[in-house]
């Protein structure tokens, strides 16, 4: 079946249907990534865009219910060059196809990904439409024009849990699967927000040794406190800190009260609840295979990232310092304050990459909650 790609600046790409019919609409985005597509799509922080994968093959490694990073896919439309629909993976139960329309995601193939991106680069993310049953340039290019851009959405509250929950899962055994942790081994009581929280997130906390609450995003600063936590999690998430506002407020009740370690969107907040400032990146960051640098030890690490937005630390320089930069745009990947127990990176150490180049960040967070109890 036919199906058009329309962007906002008129570029059209025209191709194959995959996936669910009709039409989907967001911010066309592209992901570096060569594997990790079901993670992708399962990634709360990419709602409200359409995902294009630079990698030319996708859908070789079917779909397994283990490699999920939430219960539903959450993303406008998938983009790729040449769909595998004969997949081979030990794991595997259904195809990438099979997958999409079960969860209602419209998919376009056989197009130039190359020319897409380029065009994305060049001229920055920008919304688009993807359409099986209206093939007209105008109609779509009109359509893409009247979606809200996605500077000034707030999209995380539409990702958030609804109400607290307890999470005891750890990471991934090869012979074991999931464990589930005995509470009695968790050192630890975190509180984290949920801002679009990836599962492997809360395994990565546990299986450093945290007993996790998790919370809705505008979950009251006071009752988080009420539970005597050892440290505040703010999460990734999608679309713009900036008019988060209530969160931020939140965010700024526990500046000098608790241990705060911050992720991606979380990351984003926790600058804005110390006075600092946001920025809309040209096409953003998205992909496994992004190099960033350590400040204090001058290590490299390969890392996932995921964002549109990003920290301007000279906002921030009367009270965080730059932890980690981005070799390849220079933009803010971490940063530290100066002087409370406070740290935050715009990418993904959970995920893997390197692969487990950033897992250390977990274990500082933990560090840093011990030497809060002892000298409490």
């Known amino acids: 079946m036919k199906a058009v790609l329309a962007l906002a600046d008129g570029r059209i790409f025209t191709g194959k249907a995959f996936g669910a019919t009709g039409e989907t609409t967001g911010e066309v985005v592209f992901n570096t990534a060569m594997s990790g597509y079901q993670e992708v799509l399962t990634d709360p922080s990419y709602k409200g865009q359409m995902v294009t994968m630079t990698y030319t093959q996708i859908g070789n490694t079917g779909i397994n219910p283990e490699d999920v990073e939430s219960g539903q896919l959450y993303l406008s439309g998938f983009i790729v060059r040449e769909y595998q629909d004969c997949y081979s993976n030990w794991r595997a139960t259904m195809s990438l196809d099979a997958y999409l329309k079960e969860h209602g995601i419209v998919g376009i193939q056989d197009i130039d990904t190359r020319a897409l991106t380029r065009h994305l680069r060049d001229k920055g993310a920008q919304n688009g439409i993807i359409s099986t049953v209206d093939f007209d340039p105008e109609s779509l290019v009109r359509k893409a024009r ?10 995380a509250s539409g990702v958030s ?11 991934w055994d090869l012979t074991s699967g999931y464990p589930q942790v005995d509470k009695k081994e968790l050192k630890y009581k975190v509180v984290a927000y949920d801002f679009g929280i990836k599962l492997n997130i809360l395994r990565c906390l546990v299986s450093a040794g945290c007993d996790v609450t998790v919370v809705p995003a505008t979950f009251p600063a006071e009752s988080a406190l009420a539970m005597n936590p050892d440290g505040i999690f703010l999460s990734n998430g999608p679309g713009d800190p ?14 000098g009260k608790k241990p705060i370690f ?5 990351h984003q907040l926790l600058g804005l609840a110390l006075g600092g400032r946001t920025i809309k990146l040209k096409f953003g960051n998205h992909g496994s295979n992004l190099p960033v640098m350590d400040i204090a030890t001058k290590k490299v690490e ?15 320089s009367h009270a965080c310092q730059l932890a980690h930069e981005n070799l390849n745009d220079q933009t803010v990947e971490g940063m530290s304050h100066k ?14 990459p390197g692969p487990h ?8 967070f933990v560090e840093m909650m011990e030497k809060e ?3 409490a």
């Open 146 to 155: 009247a979606i809200p851009s996605m500077s000034g959405l707030d999209l």
């Open 339 to 352: 002087d409370l127990p406070i740290f935050s990176v715009q990418h993904h150490p959970e995920a893997s």
């Open 302 to 316: 390969i890392t996932a990232q995921n964002h549109g937005f990003s920290v301007d630390i000279l906002s921030l």
């Open 262 to 266: 911050g992720i991606c969107l979380g």
């Open 357 to 364: 180049d950033s897992h250390y960040l977990f274990s500082r």
């Open 373 to 375: 109890k002892s000298a």
């Open 242 to 255: 900036e008019p988060m506002k209530e969160v931020i407020a939140n965010i700024k009740k526990f500046v």
């Open 161 to 171: 849990c609804k109400a607290p929950y307890h999470w005891t899962e750890g990471l």
